[in-house]
T-cell receptor, first 113, second 113 residues
């Protein structure tokens, strides 16, 4: 069965510092991988996705993620944090065979001035 | 273009009652998925519909049901409400397959008392 693990339910970084949010997945087939962001009282917004091809994926708002099959990881990074990045971030995996999407438990990012 | 819309925004029901939540997808999207997001957790997959057929189902009891209409809008029905059904219910639409990103609505906040 597929699963997603997000290490660190809360992450704090200083404004301008590197953002690193960790995501590991478990899947018996090549998965599709996604990162979403959720601001308070809003739905989820797609940051980026990996389906096939280049393993380094660039998304919106300066975020990027690298698919590492050997490590079953899809960590999200941003070189310089901005106050507006404070939100909850979810990693998700989809199984092309079952049409199910599995979300991680989320990481709440706090950006310190 | 309008995004995914959901109604109602908030809902308060009593244990044992029935509830119907509604979702209108982005124009041109033929797939609708439903998720339950309990406070502090990631979204849990409930259903996916594509071209009016159920294509995926998560681990939810039979009290949960859904359908998709010819115009691709969708309803989620929950019978015999339990206190534990209190959550944010999210609807997402996409073009179709699991490689496609999902676009989320703002959700319906259901409180069961």
């Amino acid at each position: 069965a597929q699963s997603v693990t997000q290490l660190g339910s809360h992450v704090s970084v200083s404004e301008g510092a590197l953002v690193l949010l960790r995501c590991n997945y478990s899947s018996s087939v090549p998965p599709y991988l996604f990162w979403y962001v959720q601001y308070p009282n809003q739905g989820l917004q797609l940051l980026l996705k990996y389906t096939t091809g280049a393993t380094l994926v660039k998304g919106i708002n300066g975020f990027e993620a690298e698919f590492k099959k050997s490590e079953t990881s899809f960590h999200l990074t941003k070189p310089s944090a901005h106050m507006s990045d404070a939100a909850e971030y979810f990693c998700a995996v989809s199984d092309p065979g079952t049409y199910k999407y599995i979300f991680g438990t989320g990481t709440r990012l706090k950006v310190l001035a | 273009d309008a995004g995914v819309t959901q109604s109602p925004t908030h809902l308060i029901k009593t244990r044992g009652q029935h509830v119907t939540l509604r979702c209108s997808p982005i124009s041109g999207h033929k797939s609708v998925s439903w998720y339950q997001q309990v406070l502090g957790q990631g979204p849990q997959f409930i259903f996916q519909y594509y071209e009016k057929e159920e294509r995926g189902r998560g681990n939810f009891p039979d009290r949960f049901s859904a359908r998709q209409f010819p115009n691709y809008s969708s309803e989620l029905n929950v019978n015999a409400l339990l206190l534990g059904d209190s959550a944010l219910y999210l609807c997402a639409s996409s073009l179709g397959g699991t490689a496609y990103e999902q676009y989320f609505g703002p959700g319906t906040r259901l409180t069961v008392t």
